[in-house]
């Protein structure tokens, strides 16, 4: 899951009552619900503390949150002194699952908790409830932050807790953008995928529909279209841009995907404007009206048509205008003393950009975590990593993963038939800026931030009369091993 938009603009201590220095002067930067059963076997209640005092607070209980509570632990820094408030049931997990894999019918091995939840997708321990009680760190689950007061370093939960904080981190990620209900964005029958309960409400749908609509031609309409043919449903993907993935794929790339999708039943409708989804005689969804006047047939809907920051209750922290989500510099400090946020704005490229995604989040909590606790001064350094997973669902013909690093800038050479796979690289002025490739090797994929971040210069020529995306890849490697022997 994942956006990406792009914007022309743009140590504390440790101590329970008082932060510490001054923020750094800013600079132009970017800032599943399985049965009640399930839940009393992996939610486990943790002991109250003995007062309202809390020497780390993190609000949010998404990936970053789960990155950010292993690297207290590995810094000696949550027994007894780190708090996470969470508006979910369940503890931090890897949330791209929702879309990749727990959709699955239940004969094909659908993903499940506590399979996935966090540190499991960089390969970390699993860090299920127990994990948290064993380490000392308290949970509240189901009881999202309402409130803060600044001045008393203090916030209000739903529940009415009143928790004050020594240091506190923002991490409350996004939530789905939606459809307005005067045009039928609430009806029945019509599902949005963020966490664990959406993901279980559309598997009830997808149990009993006959056709689904997928809308969003991005990251989740991919994913979510591709799950939907292991239920051997009729399925639409509609979105108004003439191309999937858009802000990535090219034209060329993005028609090999979308021949993929067709050859598995999956049909398209491209450029097509939504004027409001249609309810049947039981006020359950039963269509889409186009603009154009046509309508399609649906009883199940799936909007992913991107997210917004889930920032409400924070703006008195200080908002990036330009990009969205909570203002921070390099250290993820905000304007306020002792407040951390760990957000989807990152510099890059000389410009600022939004990266609403998985890796993103996971990076940026560590660095974040590392700058409260530790003398780290430097900057954070992201160099921007998409991927996705479809038809991953055990029996599937073709599993396909892809993964991009780097800027999609300049000009592309495009090597392979996709079938048995493809690489796509970006070239600008000379240089390699970046690389996507589908259904690589392990040391394939090994090799592709390397060329990112190296960005060595690289004969086009040499990439186009490549007669294989291995050969391909031998010219850039080559090219990077010239660079460093260069550098030296």
Known sequence: MATISNSLSLKHGVSLRCPHSTPLNRVSRPSLIPSRSFRRNYVVSSAPFANENREFVIVGGGNAAGYAARTFVEHGMANGRLCIVSKEAYAPYERPALTKAYLFPLDKKPARLPGFHTCVGSGGERQTPDWYKEQGIEMMYED???????????????????????????????????????????????????????????????????????????????????????????????????????????????????????????????????????AGSDGHVAAVKLENGSAIEADTIVIGIGAKPAVSSFERVGLNTNVGGIQVDGLFRTSVAGIFAVVHNEQ????????????????????????????????????????????????????????????????????GSFDPKIATFWIDSGKLKGVLLESGSPEEFQLLPKLARSQPVVDKAKLQNASSVEEALEVARASLQVGEAAAV
């Open 144 to 278: 999202p932050v309402t409130g803060i007061n600044i001045e008393k370093q203090a916030l209000t939960t739903n529940s009415g807790k009143l928790l004050k904080y020594g240091s506190l981190i923002i991490a409350t990620g996004c939530t789905a953008s939606r459809f307005p209900e005067k045009i039928g964005g609430n009806l029945p029958g019509v599902h949005y995928i963020r966490d664990v309960a959406d993901a279980d409400s559309l598997v009830a749908s997808l149990e009993k529909a006959g056709k689904v609509v997928v809308v969003g031609g991005g990251y989740i309409g991919m994913e979510v279209a591709a799950a939907a043919v292991g239920w051997k449903l009729d399925t639409t993907i509609i979105f108004p841009e003439d191309q999937l993935l858009q802000r990535l794929f090219t034209p060329s790339l993005a028609q090999k995907y979308e021949e993929l999708y067709q050859e598995n039943g999956v049909k398209f409708m491209k450029g097509a404007s939504i004027k409001h989804l249609e």
């Open 348 to 415: 890059m490229y000389n410009r600022v950009a939004r990266v609403e995604h998985v890796d993103h989040a996971r990076r940026s909590a560590q660095h974040c975590v590392k700058a409260l606790l530790s003398a780290q001064t430097d900057t954070y350094d992201y160099l921007p990593h998409f991927y996705s997973r479809v038809f991953e669902y055990q029996g599937s013909p073709r599993k396909v993963w892809w993964q991009f690093f780097g800027d999609n800038v300049g000009e592309t050479v495009e090597i």
